[in-house]
């Protein structure tokens, strides 16, 4: 019967595996609804473990938004690890929701949310193991469509041949859009078949149908044409934004996990988008315009949130928390409000600015002080003014000294290396600049114990980025650089030991690049990848490095083109992307340009705070950039405990 709990069948497994409690669900404010009573099921998957995905905000909102409709339902999946997978496979049971222990083969729709690219392998592991075709030209009406969203969904095409749709943008009118045309269709009778099912909903705004879009090669290897394949679905696929977050206070009631997970906060996202023009960063390309949720929103969905779940810690989250424009009065209202409670308050890591200290330590007047995160993520004026983050050395040494002088004793910095145009000499202005902060920061708060932990990522070109084009720097390189930077820091013990440096190895970050920017060729190498064992790429004990070389030479090889071709190249102008026919606001001409102005170390401005660029999103979205202040205030501070 469809919709049975396999629970009966899977709880003798659970006494085999690690960490059992992770696939039991029943967290406080999940939700288990009647099968019969709705007309459409979704499972919702994030690709990963449990610990990982249940906090995720993303999926959160979209459980909730579909859980309150009438006539849908939504349960979680995550990725089950491989010891739980081998037992299910050998007891014949299929991948499960944690909510009601559902068999996933059974939903109408199968939701997956896709924050990074290394998911892909645990996406099949999962259609595998719930039984359904891994391509998506395989399945018949009676399994469940396969939607991919989240941040990741902006280039499918690596997964064009496993997912039926993807979504590009917001999800939370997007998901209600599909429920709404899967109802019709079931309703009616199932008309057409999976095929006009799929056609219907390649016709919802931001729903993008990779059958109906067919990719040719020119005899280079780049990509011919991407021409759609049915003259009514349209030629470019454009992005879902929503417009008032205050009409979307989600989650409301966030879930609280019942295992270790990574981020044992309550999160409360103050506004989406971000205008400071990062030229390495997809989130904040992708999401723009900005949109602030009021003082009033905020204060409410902190004040509802913290009653529902009962968490002693809210971080206001959002790609750049520091600038919502009443983020001084956000924070000295809740600090009041929440002054003489157990409730911390928390930033996530904020740009390189003193306004920010003095925030953090407004936020923090309840007590724990425990550690500051900045990100400069370049370590050189110069490689800063080519990713468009520019502060002084001198402003950076500042700021995080008046963070030690106010009793911060931790500081993180976090930074990448094998950005364009770096040298080992940018990199090594790292090492200068820790040294520096220790220095100053013992000589102004008058203690040796203050410690700064510097975190160096390998960086990923993405695409919808000015970077987008450029040439990814080599495994060898980031080894390099990583290496001449430890040296660097450790040359001088008495410092040296107060500098934490955390960093992986250069090797994941290349796969990264091939996923991040590859087109339909690439799905061959995923496939292979998982076939000979590839789970939880985002694991550095699972990941291998040689298994995802190997496929790709293997696979890519037929096509006259391989790993260096899709990453260490740099692309020309008229280069066509694999992306192109999917629309994230941004002009492809403005990219490019900023992508020059980056060369020759030019920076554009944050346009919230100065004339529009024209950049295109908010042409698009039919609006203009919109910020407070609203005047209005936050909720009282009785309520809160009651
Ligand atoms: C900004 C950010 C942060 C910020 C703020 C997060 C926030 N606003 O929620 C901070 C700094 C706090 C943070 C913290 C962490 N982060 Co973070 N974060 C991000 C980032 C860049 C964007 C996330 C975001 O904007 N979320 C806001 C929500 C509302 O948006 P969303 O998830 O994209 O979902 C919307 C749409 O995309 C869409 N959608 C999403 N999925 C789907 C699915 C379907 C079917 C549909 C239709 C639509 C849809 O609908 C949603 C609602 O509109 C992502 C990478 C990325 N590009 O997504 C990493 C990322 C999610 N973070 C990551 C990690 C590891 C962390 C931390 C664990 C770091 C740490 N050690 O503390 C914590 C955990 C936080 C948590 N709650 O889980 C990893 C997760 C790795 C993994 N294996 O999955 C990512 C992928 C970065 C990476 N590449 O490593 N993070
Ligand atoms: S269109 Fe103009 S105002 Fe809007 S995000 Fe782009 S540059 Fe900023």
Known sequence: MSGESLYPRLEPLLAQVQKPIQYVGGELNAQVKAWDDVAVHWALMYPDAYEVGLPNQGLMILYEVL????????ERTYAVWPDLAALMREAGVGQFTVDAHRAVRDFDVLGVSFATELGYTNLLEALDLAGVPLHATDRDESHPVVVAGGHAAFNPEPIADFVDCAVLGDGEQAVGDITDVVAAWKQQGRPGGREELLARLARVDGVYVPRFYAVSYGPDGAIAAV????????????????????????????LVPLAESVHERMSVEIFRGCTRGCRFCQAGMITRPVRERTITGIGSMVDQGLRATGYEEVGLLSLSSADHSEIGQVAKELADRYEGTNTGLSLPSTRVDAFNVTLANELSRNGRRSGLTFAPEGGSERIRR???????KEDLVATVTTAYANGWQQVKLYFMCGLPTETDEDVLEIAELAVEVIRAGREASGRKDIRCTVSIGGFVPKPHTPFQWAAQASAETIDHRLRVLRQAINADRRIGRSIGLRYHDGKPGVIEGLLSRGDRRVGRVIERVWREGGRFDGWSEHFSFERWTAAAGAELAPFGVDLDWFTTRERTQDEVLPWDHLDSGLDKEWLWDDWQDALSEEEVADCRWTPCYDCGV???NGTEIQIGPTGRSLLPLTVVGR
């Open 386 to 392: 080519v990713i468009n983050k520019t502060v002084s």
């Open 227 to 254: 021409t759609r394949t049915r003259a009514d679905v349209p030629a470019r696929v454009g992005k879902r934004t929503v417009m008032d977050l205050d009409e979307w206070p989600y989650p409301k009631t966030p």
């Open 67 to 74: 859980n309150e409709r009438p006539d849908a339902l939504a």
């Open 618 to 620: 908010c042409p698009t």
